[in-house]
């Protein structure tokens, strides 16, 4: 397992329709070095799967995201999607980065809160006052942070269904083509080109005229990286946490002893995110791989300048050798350094946010409704890059 040799293991592990963490992860970890794997389309790579070495991997600049553009990338689908922000490396990165970063910070976020309160609580409320079953995701976990990455880049919200039709699509492991992904990223793209040259017309306070000033005022950006920016707070500002939100609900239903915990002291909110972010592997796959730029070793073995490798975060956020009981769902665990939002330089934009938006989606979930269950069969998503229900429908 220590060469490049070794036969690799068909990858991905994790089932879709699910939260299971695949007991391959952890017969990967036991083992001695790194496990050669092969994904469906591209060359193999090295799978990374203790936390040692993720935070190794992902944080040390000798493993380039932007390397891949260079090579036959292992993916799940034969198409090829460009990352944006996300397949870039320093000094660019850094230079669009910083240019987002300011609407991030947590005293920026922390002004959204009674906001991001008030949108939860109120959605409830509407669920509650037409009465039971009811889609949690599309009536719940979607609006919320639907409605707050409108507001912060200026996105009409009756514009929901087109880029949320867009956005399924860029993040599809379905068997589309280069030029099928192409396409799909062009309409988006078109589609956030013309609110760019709306908010040129109408300036507003938000991060979209903000950025556009860093472009026609400073120079600090081109055209394209404004657009693709705009693009990626878009998809990556909603998709995310639209889908923890029904899994840290699904996780906790299993887990009735710590739900009652939670329901007893809302107080443990805050850390309850927090250890459900490190439970919960939300990948259907590890993604976004780094390619070594010179011969390195990691976790024992020797990677050749040139490798890639898939740092699978769900695996090494149950590491034995950094989480005391790591299996267990423990809603009061202190000093929780998991890597739900990453590591390094590309380490969550939008962390913050997402945390707050988690925070006040699961307070209002305990406090309007404290005796939530299920009410029907979950309809998973498949073919994702990230797991959890497209339904979840719900009584109370």
């Known amino acids: ?78 198409g090829r999607r460009e990352g944006g922000l996300l397949s870039m490396d320093p000094p660019d990165h850094a230079r669009l980065r910083t240019l987002a ?22 959605l409830l409320d509407e669920l509650v006052a037409a009465g039971p079953p009811a889609d949690l995701v599309e009536h719940f976990a979607l609006p919320v942070p639907v409605a707050v990455i409108c507001r912060l880049l200026g996105v009409p919200a009756g514009d929901q269904p087109l880029f949320r039709e867009w956005s399924d699509a860029s993040l ?22 013309e609110l ?13 005229t903000a950025l556009i000033e860093a472009r026609d005022v400073d120079d600090r950006l081109s055209e394209k990286e404004l657009v693709d920016l705009c693009v990626g707070i878009l998809v990556a500002g909603h998709e995310t946490t639209a889908t923890q939100i029904p899994n840290f609900l699904c996780t906790l239903l299993d887990h009735p002893d710590q739900f009652d915990r939670l329901r007893a002291d809302p107080g443990l909110i ?30 024992g073995t020797p990677v050749r300048a040139g490798e890639p490798l898939l740092v699978a975060v769900g695996a090494a956020n149950r590491d034995a050798l950094r989480f005391t009981a790591p299996d267990r769902l423990d809603l009061t665990r202190e000093a929780n350094q998991h890597l739900g939002f990453g590591h390094g330089v590309h380490h969550c934009l939008g962390a913050q946010l997402a945390r707050v938006e988690l925070q006040e989606a699961l307070r209002a979930l305990v406090r309007k409704m404290p005796g939530l269950r299920p009410a029907g069969d979950i309809v998973w998503k498949t073919q994702m890059l990230v797991r959890g229900p497209r339904s979840m429908p719900v009584t109370w």
Not at 53 to 78: C, I, T
């Open 1 to 78: 397992m220590t060469t490049t040799h070794v036969e690799p293991a068909a990858y991905p592990f994790n089932d879709p329709t699910g939260l299971a963490l695949s007991e391959l992860y952890e017969r990967a970890r036991d083992a001695q070095g790194l496990l050669r794997v092969r994904m469906p389309y591209g060359e193999p790579a090295w799978l990374v799967t203790r936390y040692a070495d993720a935070r190794f991997v992902l944080g040390d600049r000798r493993f380039s995201r932007a390397a891949e553009a260079d090579h036959d990338a292992p993916r799940q689908s034969p």
């Open 101 to 122: 970063t300011k609407a991030f910070t947590v005293h920026r976020v922390e002004r959204l809160r009674p906001g991001i309160r008030e949108l939860a609580e109120g």
């Open 172 to 193: 599809s492991t379905s068997s589309k083509t280069t030029e099928e992904f192409t396409a799909n990223q062009d309409e988006l793209r078109a589609y956030m080109a």
């Open 196 to 208: 760019v040259a709306e908010h040129r017309r109408r300036p507003a306070e938000d991060l979209m």
């Open 270 to 299: 805050a850390g309850a995110v927090e250890e459900l972010l490190r439970f919960v592997p939300l990948g259907a796959a590890a993604a976004f791989p780094r390619y070594a730029t010179e011969d390195v070793e990691v976790g």
